[in-house]
């Protein structure tokens, strides 16, 4: 990523890791250090983008291929990059296709740094939100952006469908979702959040706000209901919070990222939340919404301190468990380029949304990560269980390292590391990574959005083919084009 003078300052005492969340993107880069992505030359139109900031993989002109949809980070000398698609002809080839996004831009250098698939509008047509953030700027702006599909691969600027889309909170990442079970898929908001005080119900504060769809893909954020479970008392706010929700019974925590998904299979999808408090329970937000009425129960783990990670059933008992992990972000030499690592940790589901630490679902060699940058899951051998893909783009200072990406598959026994068989062992600056099956013979492919920016920052990152084909889930094969 490129440098975000502020995030040093702001997000050093609130944050250890932008591998937090799932789609979380802290960026800490040293204020007088050189741009990062800048390339020396201009680059032509053909060459693959040195740096991408976002992807994502689906059929954007109803073809029956998926595409890829991308943001470059690094486009030669344009001051505003439009997202660009890798249009699937169908025999493994890609062609770019420019121009297709009518975009409004915030202001400057922008970039998405969070996208994702929503189906706002009800059409047959997959829509696109992103989080877009101006990382030159000191006003930390941020802005929600809503692309609704035309159905012929072109997407048309629907933002403004969106209430409250501005922050002055630097970037953020969504998760999507029907929250309050009216059929319309809604979104809640992540890792935005300089202006929560985690102990103050009182301030303002982004994170955890969850925008209602009114059916026609206008979003708005929605009142939620609280009901703490030690005590019972109830209470409403503007985003999610959790404590003992009443001044003199104690603190009021404010969210700072999260993780959602049905926790108890009961078919409404849940929250839980990283904490950042030593002397905080974990709290699970067990959804009890109706259609136009937020509202859920809080009930708590054991303190653990997680910062990201993902939802899946390592256990196979049908209910998701937590796999999760800290991170390394130091601005110093000894350790830029070490090979230090924290370790992976598992959370078990009790079917309730109560966690407990169980790592022996992991080998005891299990290799950590340095800076998970997303966690994905998907089933990459069509054994019916979900797998994990770590995306990890290694400390995030310069000299920018890289790490090794890490796919674990989901055995009987628990987790098993693949990576150095199936994918590779070069320390990559992964920034997140998409996957979908792009050549439709049932196995899902990976498009890593890998640096290419060699020399230009990236002085110890190895560059590395960004798609990845997937033989049958033991193994993947770098794609012949390059992207
Ligand atoms: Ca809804
Ligand atoms: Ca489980
Ligand atoms: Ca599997
Ligand atoms: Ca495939």
Redesign the pocket.
């Known amino acids: 990523m490129k440098n975000i003078k502020y995030s040093g300052i702001i997000f050093g005492l609130l944050l250890t890791a932008c591998g937090g969340g799932g789609n979380s993107d802290n960026n800490s880069h040293n204020d007088n250090q050189p741009n990062i992505n800048q390339p020396e030359q201009p680059t032509p139109e053909t060459s693959p983008p040195g740096g991408i900031a976002s992807s994502l993989i689906f059929d954007t002109n109803a073809d029956g291929f998926k595409d890829i949809v991308f943001n470059p980070m690094s486009n030669s000398n344009e001051s505003f990059n439009s997202m660009e698609i890798y249009l699937n002809d169908g025999t493994g080839q890609f062609e770019l296709k420019q121009n297709t996004f009518e975009m409004t831009q915030l202001k400057g250098q922008n970039y998405q740094v969070f996208m994702a698939t929503i189906n706002a509008n009800q059409d047959d047509f997959i829509d696109i939100i992103t989080v877009e953030t101006d990382p030159e700027e000191i006003d930390f702006s941020m802005r929600i952006h809503l692309y609704l599909a035309n159905g012929d691969g072109s997407f048309r600027d629907a933002t403004a469908n969106i209430s409250n889309e501005m922050y002055q909170n630097g970037w953020a990442n969504l998760s999507i979702a029907?929250?309050?079970?009216?059929?319309?898929?809604?979104f809640i908001m992540g890792g935005g959040s300089i202006t929560c005080t985690f102990e103050n119900a009182e301030t303002p504060c982004a994170a955890g706000t969850i925008y209602?769809?009114n059916g026609q893909g206008h979003f708005t954020p929605a009142n939620i209901t609280i009901v703490e479970s030690s005590n019972g008392y109830t209470h409403q706010f503007s985003s999610l919070r959790y404590g003992a929700l009443s001044a003199e019974d104690g603190y009021v925590y404010q969210i700072y990222d999260l993780l959602a998904g049905d926790l108890n299979n009961n078919g409404k999808v849940d929250l839980i939340s990283h904490i950042y408090s030593t002397n905080s329970q974990v709290p699970s937000f067990i959804n009890q919404s109706t259609?136009g009425n937020l509202k859920f129960e809080v009930h708590y783990s054991a303190h653990f301190r997680t910062q990201g990670g993902a939802l899946l059933d390592v256990n196979r008992d049908g209910f998701k468990d937590w796999v999760t992990s800290a991170s390394i972000s130091a601005n110093n030499p000894d350790i830029a380029s070490s090979t230090e690592t924290v370790p992976l940790h598992v959370l078990i589901n009790n079917g309730q949304g109560i966690f407990t630490l169980d790592d022996s679902y992991l080998s005891p060699n299990q290799r950590g990560v340095q800076h998970a940058r997303a966690w994905i899951v998907s089933d990459f051998d069509n054994d019916g269980f979900e797998d994990l893909l770590i995306p990890d783009h290694g400390n995030d200072w310069r000299p920018f390292p890289g790490f090794a990406n890490l796919l674990l598959m989901n055995r009987a026994n628990g987790m098993e590391d693949i990576t150095y068989n199936a994918l590779s062992d070069k320390k990559t600056y992964t920034h997140n990574a998409a996957v979908g099956d792009i050549n439709n013979d049932g196995y899902v492919d990976i498009f890593f959005n890998n640096s290419l920016a060699v020399g230009a920052g990236h002085v110890e990152a190895i560059p590395e083919t960004r798609l990845w084909i997937n033989q049958g889930g033991l193994e993947f094969s770098e794609s012949e084009q390059a992207l």
Request: a negative charge.
């Open positions: 029907d929250f309050d079970n009216d059929g319309f898929d809604d209602l769809n259609p």
